[in-house]
């Protein structure tokens, strides 16, 4: 693939709550205080493509098309919003990757954004989440029930739950010069609204996780008919789970001939599917199938930002591919800094940049992973 990612920044994930840092700055001017800040002409721009799940009230209308006004992108750029649930953000650049390496555009701007302040979790009420035609097997699941199955099937315990919990915070709070593709957002005065990424708990220790409780048997009435035909214990707290934020995270991708210029190539990527009663397994189904399409091994590569969806995720990822942690989100990951649904993917590849840079390394790796089996992977090779 002839891709090339000239830069990606991000917002910092500031705290999903009325009056939080960002609550009142619509997501189309969060993504245009970043694509502000990319230091390259955007003259060129023939597209904008962003994740965002929650597709209603401020997020609706298109909410690229908006970001595309609001950055003042030519008139001619096309603008298209995803919904691939949590790999959203990732899949968006993936197809710009596409897209600039088959000469479609000469540059697009990819990314996401999700402003959970705004748009709460599942507001958009999908007939999808209680749909009770499809087989039992194929139904929605809230990620936090599919997250206690996962981890009661693979018999992971409150212990490796919390483990993989305490390093992603101490990892975070030690992970400042990470942060190179962070900016700053500012209001229309030019004071800072946020700069600092809001929900790493740098007091935490494995105590205080043993001493927190399981956290979501509460939201498992509505989908009980399901619950009753798997085993479930609930195990994880709400310390294992990612926190909802705020947040935006925007690429500028090119083909050919924006290699000069790159951060990192796109040496591929791919969206797969894995069954929607595991549900979160499908980045690491992505990541088998793009590894083995271009003929690498997991060994090969030096850093990878795999999305902490819910602690049992890195856990099995861990166990089953052996993989060593200390390749694996070195700054921190979403247990500790949040996990902005529809960004997400783009925060993780603006971050895999700064720690390939940072750690001086060539080859790195994002995973993805979202509700109901979705997931997408992508590969890089950093240029500068």
């Known amino acids: 693939m002839e891709a090339y990612?000239?830069?990606?920044?991000?917002?910092?994930?500031t705290?999903?709550?009325?009056?939080?840092?960002?609550?009142?700055?619509?997501?189309a001017k969060l993504v245009a205080s970043v694509t502000a800040q990319l230091k390259q002409p955007l003259d060129g721009v023939g597209a904008m493509m962003l994740g965002c799940v929650g597709q209603i009230g401020a997020q609706g209308g298109n909410v690229a098309l908006q970001s595309k006004l609001h950055s003042r992108l030519p008139e001619s750029c096309t603008a298209m919003t995803l919904n691939h649930f949590c790999a959203s953000g990732l899949s968006s650049i993936g197809l710009a990757a596409n897209a600039c390496a088959l000469g479609q555009y000469q540059q697009v701007l990819a990314g996401g954004v999700e402003c959970?302040?705004?748009v709460a979790f599942m507001a958009d009420k999908a007939h999808y989440y209680q749909d009770a035609e499809l087989a039992v097997d194929e139904r929605y699941i809230p990620v936090a029930l599919s997250a206690d199955i996962l981890a009661t099937r693979e018999n992971v315990s409150r212990d490796e739950l919390n483990a993989v919990t305490l390093r992603s915070h101490q990892r975070a709070a030690a992970g400042e010069r990470y942060q190179t593709s962070r900016i700053k957002v500012h209001d229309a005065s030019g004071a800072v609204l946020a700069e600092q990424d809001e929900c790493i708990r740098t007091q935490t220790t494995a105590d205080s996780l043993a001493a927190m409780p399981p956290g979501f048997e509460v939201m498992a009435k509505p989908y009980q008919s399901i619950l009753d035909?798997?085993?479930?214990?609930?195990?994880?707290?709400?310390?294992?789970a990612p926190p909802m934020v705020d947040g935006a995270a925007?690429?500028?991708?090119?083909?050919?001939?924006?290699?000069s210029q790159a951060r990192a190539r796109i040496l591929g990527w791919l969206d797969a599917a894995a069954s929607p009663a595991d549900s979160l397994t499908g980045g690491m189904a992505a990541m088998d199938t793009l590894l083995a399409q271009l003929g690498v091994s997991l060994n090969d590569v030096d850093r990878i930002e795999?999305?902490?969806?819910?602690?049992?995720?890195?856990?099995?990822f861990e166990r089953r591919y052996g993989i060593n942690p200390d390749k694996i989100n070195v700054s921190g990951g979403h247990l500790a800094k949040g996990h902005p649904m529809g960004a997400t993917g783009a925060v993780l590849l603006s971050t895999l940049c700064d720690v390939l840079e940072q750690d001086d390394c060539s080859l790195g790796l994002v995973v993805a992973t979202g509700a109901g089996g979705v997931g997408s992977a992508m590969l890089v090779e950093r240029l500068k």
């Open 229 to 240: 035909e798997r085993e479930i214990d609930y195990r994880h707290s709400f310390a294992n």
């Open 306 to 316: 795999f999305m902490e969806a819910f602690a049992v995720v890195p856990v099995l």
């Open 15 to 27: 705290k999903a709550r009325e009056g939080g840092s960002l609550s009142t700055l619509p997501p």
């Open 5 to 13: 990612l000239i830069d990606c920044l991000r917002t910092p994930r």
């Open 250 to 259: 925007v690429g500028l991708i090119a083909g050919a001939e924006g290699k």
């Open 116 to 118: 959970m302040s705004q």
